[in-house]
């Protein structure tokens, strides 16, 4: 089993796994304890990424080590574990320096990889369109730029020969000779990928906010939530859209809208977005800023929580944490406890509500809820009303179709080539109806 190059460096490679044999590793500091099993999300993540799991180690730390996260004591046990359980990779649930990652790599002889790596690579299998895939590919350069130093000491090792004179005379220990050539240019190739890839998607990005902003028209609402929360299932329920589900976490990476019906000639745009996740690498939330668009411009969020799963409460605040970077936070929203029919200790739903008393217990699989909840978007939709009589021009089916949809005709004359509209109507979608008009 050659699993003894990591020394020099030489055997950084991108994580592609084919039933990899995975030791899981977590590092708990003091008060920062998950509900739960701590590692049950790195395995989720690892059976994501087709890994298979052969062992767990969980360490608790007053102070981490700086060199090598756990200790070197920890490392040598962490390698003999391995060895016992033939695996190929060490799968940390913490996010680990450059520097960090290469100790530990020569202490335990096998690939090794943090969170952030191990999510990017699962989100570099599931993307399915281009877009999905330059916006990976950003996330993952970005990511993987400070680390290219750590990915050629082999070859600054082979340089450092050439004594205190030529190459070898530049920089330094540590950075003399062709290696310290070969990162500039590998970093300069980075920057220039990197650069271009923003251009990219800076051009999605108006294209987006142009559809996006051509459905003003309509009432637009985002599903956000926890990885594999039933988002799509409940797509799926209320709009037939026969969207793609499955028991992985990061199932769906592409932004997916269909009409929802609402009853009474009443509909909104309902829009399914990746799944969040603790800790969600920063470049990848700026990159896949454009595909969440319709959360960033969405009239209502729909939260939905995988209610029986015992950290629910954590993946709460995870999810606000990720709004909150994209600076919707404040948005109006209803959270929704997925899967209440499927709890099989009920004080997990009654502690839920006991915290969120605004929120629906659903089931997005049988139905349950989902009467209730068309009737509490239906309220969103219409809001607070005020009364008054608009004169519309019989030629303008937009507008006479905006107010069909989100107002209340009481009454109506005709007269001139108009319509005289006696209406109840929303402040909000008044105001949209002037910016309609206005544009």
Same mark, same amino acid.
């Given at each position: ?144 730029? *400070? ?10 090792? %082979? ?10 005379? /530049? ?102 977005? /990746? ?75 009654? /502690? ?8 629906? *217990? ?57 319509? %005289? ?19």
């Amino acid at each position: 089993m050659a699993k003894n190059t990591f020394a020099d460096g030489a055997a950084r490679q991108a994580f592609a796994v084919t039933r990899e044999r995975a030791v899981l590793v977590g590092v708990i500091s003091d008060g920062h304890a998950l509900a739960g099993e701590p590692l049950a999300e790195l395995a989720e993540l690892a059976r994501s990424a087709n890994a298979e799991v052969v062992d767990r180690v969980l360490q608790k730390r007053r102070r981490l080590d700086a060199a090598t996260y756990v200790g070197r004591g920890k490392l040598d046990e962490i390698r003999q574990r391995a060895d016992v359980a033939d695996a190929d990779v060490i799968l940390f649930d913490n996010d680990l320096s450059p520097s960090q990652i290469r100790e530990i790599e020569k202490v335990v002889q096998r690939k090794v990889l943090d969170r952030s790596e191990l999510i990017l690579d699962i989100f570099a299998s599931r993307a399915r369109t281009s877009e999905a895939r330059l916006q990976v590919e950003l996330a993952q350069l970005e990511y993987t730029a *400070p680390r290219l130093r750590g990915m050629w000491t082999h070859l600054e090792r %082979i340089a450092g020969a050439g004594g205190a004179s030529g190459a070898g005379a /530049v920089g330094g220990i540590g950075t003399r000779g062709p290696g310290e050539r070969q990162i500039e240019i590998d970093r300069r190739l980075v920057a220039n990928r990197v650069a271009l890839l923003k251009r990219k998607l800076a051009q999605i990005d108006r294209r987006r906010v142009r559809e996006v902003r051509a459905r003003e028209d309509h009432f637009r609402i985002s599903l956000v939530g926890y990885t594999n929360a039933g988002k799509s299932t409940l797509l799926n329920a209320l709009t037939g859209a026969g969207a793609r589900t499955e028991n992985l976490l990061f199932a769906t990476l592409d932004t997916l809208t269909r009409r929802w019906e609402l009853g009474g000639g009443r509909s909104a745009l309902l829009s399914d977005t /990746v799944g969040f996740v603790r800790d969600l690498p920063h470049h990848l939330v700026a990159s896949f800023r454009a595909t969440l668009e319709e959360t960033i411009h969405a009239d209502l969020l729909l939260h939905v929580v995988d209610t029986p799963n015992p950290r629910a409460a954590d993946h709460i605040l995870a999810v606000q944490e990720v709004l909150d970077e994209l600076g919707v936070a404040d948005k109006p929203a209803l959270l929704l406890l997925n899967k209440a029919d499927a709890l099989e200790d009920e004080s997990l739903l009654t /502690v839920l509500r006991q915290n969120h008393p605004q929120a629906l *217990p659903i089931s997005a699989r049988s139905g349950a809820g989902l009467d209730r909840l068309r009737a509490e978007v239906e309220e969103r939709l219409l809001g607070e009303q005020e009364r008054i009589t608009l004169a519309v021009r019989l030629e303008d089916g937009r507008t006479l179709g905006f107010l069909e949809r989100f107002a209340d005709i009481l009454g109506r004359q005709y007269e001139d080539g108009k319509a %005289i509209l006696d209406v109840r109507i929303s402040r909000r979608a008044l105001q949209r109806l002037q910016r309609l008009t206005s544009g």
